[in-house]
């Protein structure tokens, strides 16, 4: 390996560790909200097991590693700690990890070059980079508390939304300074609202809440915000929907009148199309540009 590539990876793994470590953060947040609204009790500064109040020493605490040792359990009662935790922990690492791959590496590469091309662009790019970071741990807390206990929190919406529409933003003038045409995105932009939370929300109204909550619609919007692109859109509704279906058909076949739980699903599908859909175009553009 050369020094830039050893580089990389060491980038790579820093990312997947903080993601983790954001992961079990968003987790434990997701736990404490819960517990002061059941409970009106607060869950204290230091972790704690749920089932004994076994307080957390902190090599109890490390993301995936300490959930792999200990097998899933607590160290004193053994009670399963739940799976959300490690998934989340999994799931955030591997989406900071893809976002530094797909922003972040690229433009560090190519610095000097890309600087003397457009500088605005580049800190444009990068404030998106931001935005996606924040808005994944908004997510991360909002999937979970959606899996766990079927609601999403009114403050953590709007507060996804404020950062879809920061994102957007970032976007729009990166396309108006680099003389893309900017009008054309802000209209597929709003195709991509219309897609996604349009058909979510009409979901909701026509089905009185059993198939799409109320909350569904408006975490579809920061989404379709975040994407901006109605082509992304409309693939992010796609596969919420299938992965839903395919997760969640063997629980509404098996028990009657449950409720689907579709945020958790949204937010998997936003990091697919993400990657897949938006990151991957951006790689091959600025490897275009720079070679
Ligand atoms: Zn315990």
Redesign the pocket.
């Known amino acids: 390996m050369d020094m830039d590539t050893s580089m990389n990876v060491i980038t790579l793994i820093f990312l997947f560790m903080m993601g983790a470590a954001t992961g079990s953060f968003a987790c434990c947040q997701a736990w404490r909200w819960r517990y002061k609204i059941e409970k009106n009790k607060d869950l204290g500064k230091r972790s704690i097991?749920l089932?004994?109040k076994?307080q957390l020493k902190w090599y109890d605490n490390i993301p995936i590693i300490s959930w792999v040792l200990l097998g899933g359990k607590?160290r004193?009662?053994r009670?399963p700690i739940g799976a959300a935790e490690i998934l989340s922990e999994l799931g955030m690492g591997a989406a900071f990890a893809l976002a530094g791959w797909a922003y972040l590496i690229p433009i560090i590469n190519n610095w000097d070059i890309l600087l003397s091309i457009n500088a605005a662009a580049i800190y444009l790019k990068l404030g998106q980079m931001v935005g996606v970071l924040a808005i994944l741990v908004v997510m991360g807390i909002l999937a979970v508390y959606d899996a766990k206990w079927g609601e999403l929190p009114v403050s953590l919406l709007i507060v996804s939304n404020v950062l879809g529409a920061a994102i957007l933003a970032c976007k729009e003038l990166e396309m108006y300074v680099t003389g893309e045409d900017w009008i054309g995105g802000l209209y597929s932009a709003g195709f991509g609202v219309l897609i996604l939370a349009g058909v979510c929300f009409m979901i909701y109204k026509v089905s009185h809440e059993r198939l799409m909550g109320g909350g569904d619609w408006i975490l579809a919007l920061a989404i379709a915000l975040a994407l901006g692109d109605w082509w992304l859109s409309l693939w992010a509704m796609f596969l919420a929907n299938l992965l839903g279906d395919l997760i969640m058909l063997p629980t509404v076949i098996s028990t009657k009148n449950s409720v689907l739980h579709f945020g958790p699903f949204l937010v998997m599908a936003y990091i697919m199309v993400f990657v897949l859909g938006n990151a991957l175009p951006v790689l091959i553009t600025i490897d275009f540009l720079a070679f």
Do not use: A, E, L
């Open positions: 097991c089932h004994c076994y607590c004193k009662c009670k």
